[in-house]
């Protein structure tokens, strides 16, 4: 934890490259300048900056950040999670890839999958529910070149076996990419347990201050890094802004104190659901009671300010009590400093219910983020809340 924690707030700063500045600066420049024609055109073997759509100093910083805490090799950030999503997919696969997709991921990438690179890249999709290893391997095709995945998945926090899941994949020369944004670097490392690609959102916790849309990527292999950043980033123009990169380092300074404290409240919160009348069933990974609680304990050292319950009463209750909540607030994101609280399938059709293997009783889910508001407060409107339905 001592080198994480100085990573966080020193890694891949060097003061005396900006005038011995404690905080590095926003560098807004669009373009580097040369002193010679013959250093301008060796700069792709001095590494020197050129233009803002190749790179930028303050959004190296940034990756040189994520890269340490996540133990690979190399970084890099994104515009967005998304725009993070899709250059995997296109630095991995091609023309008529098959990919195989956890079920419960991000609900946009299994949009982006169906909308566009199945229709206009003639790519297959197989959905995984993340239980079994043979399963899994039953799925893989002669043309499968991709595996996506999340854990916990941020529906009903269910996990999978990620370093089982990684040894197949190697096994038949297939990528692994995982979602790792509800862990954070700091109590999850998907690339010890040989995962290919990590992707973190950048508006969560890295961010945690919910004024940022970003996505980066960290990888242990860095010819598969150099792809991303030189040729998928580069061409497609998709990389981090300075300012933006610049609050996520802010953020980084602060990320082990503020989760540690997300954590804290979600715990008193995910047992006081848990023992109430009321409450059907309460998802959360640091419940003891959690069905892959084993599991969990041997790939997570921490949990986060993330979970979803079901009331006894069911969809309209869980509407109700949403609407009736008053330091949570209505919102779809999580992991900024806000408590918030959504129904996220109350208007989820059929097949997807059933490809999420939640039928109807998915319309009742009731996600919440637990914010830096204080856990008594937090729990004051659960009650006040749950008086009335």
């Known amino acids: 934890m001592r080198d994480e924690l100085l990573t966080l707030t020193h890694g891949g700063e060097h003061q005396k490259d900006y005038l011995n500045a ?39 910083i940034l990756e040189e950040k994520v890269a340490a805490l996540e133990k690979g090799s190399m970084a890099v950030a994104f515009a967005s999670g998304m725009a993070a999503f899709s250059a995997a ?126 996505g980066i990527l960290a990888v242990r292999d860095e010819e598969l890094g150099k792809t991303l950043a030189d040729h998928i980033r580069q061409w497609f123009g998709g990389i981090l802004g300075p300012m933006e990169a610049w609050l996520a380092i802010r953020g980084l300074r602060t990320l082990d104190l503020r989760v540690e404290r997300h954590q804290k409240t979600a715990m008193a919160v995910a047992a006081y659901l848990e023992n109430h009348p009321k409450v059907e069933e309460v998802y959360y990974t640091g419940l003891p009671s959690h069905p892959q609680a084993d599991l969990i304990r041997k790939q997570q050292t921490g949990h986060t300010g993330l979970m979803s319950f079901r009331l006894k009463a069911g969809p309209e209750a869980a509407m109700r009590l949403v609407d009736e909540l008053k330091i949570f607030e209505i919102g779809c994101s999580w992991g900024g400093f806000e408590s918030l609280a959504i129904v996220p399938l109350a208007r989820a059709g059929e097949e997807e219910l059933k490809l999420l293997g939640l039928g109807e009783k998915g319309r009742g889910l009731i996600r919440i983020h637990c ?15 749950l008086e009335k339905i």
């Not at 013959?38 to 050129?50: I, K, M, Q, R, S």
């Not at 595996?147 to 297939?174: N, Y």
Request: net charge negative; hydrophobic share 40%; charged share 20%.
């Open 89 to 214: 997919v296109l630095a991995v696969c091609g023309t008529g890839s098959h990919i195989i997709c956890l079920r419960n991921v991000y609900g946009p990438v299994k949009q982006v999958l169906n909308d566009y690179f199945i229709p206009q890249m003639g790519m297959t999709v197989s959905y995984w529910d993340g239980r079994s290893l043979d399963e899994l391997e039953g799925l893989i095709r002669d043309n499968t070149a991709l595996m996506v995945l999340e854990s916990p998945a941020t529906l009903v926090f269910s996990v999978f076996d990620i370093e089982g899941t990684a040894r197949i994949a190697r096994a038949h020369g297939v990528k692994t990419y995982i979602d790792n944004s509800y862990c954070t670097p700091l109590y999850q490392k998907p690339l010890t347990l040989g995962i290919d690609i990590v992707m973190h959102t950048m508006s969560k916790y890295i961010g945690g201050h919910s004024d940022i849309i970003g």
């Open 22 to 60: 404690v905080t590095p600066p926003v560098f807004l420049n669009s373009l580097h300048i040369f002193d010679s024609m013959e250093d301008y055109l060796d700069h792709d073997e001095t590494g020197a900056y050129v233009y803002g759509r190749v790179s930028n100093p303050t959004v190296h």
């Open 371 to 385: 914010g830096l508001e204080g856990t008594e407060a937090l729990l004051a409107d659960l009650e006040q809340a």
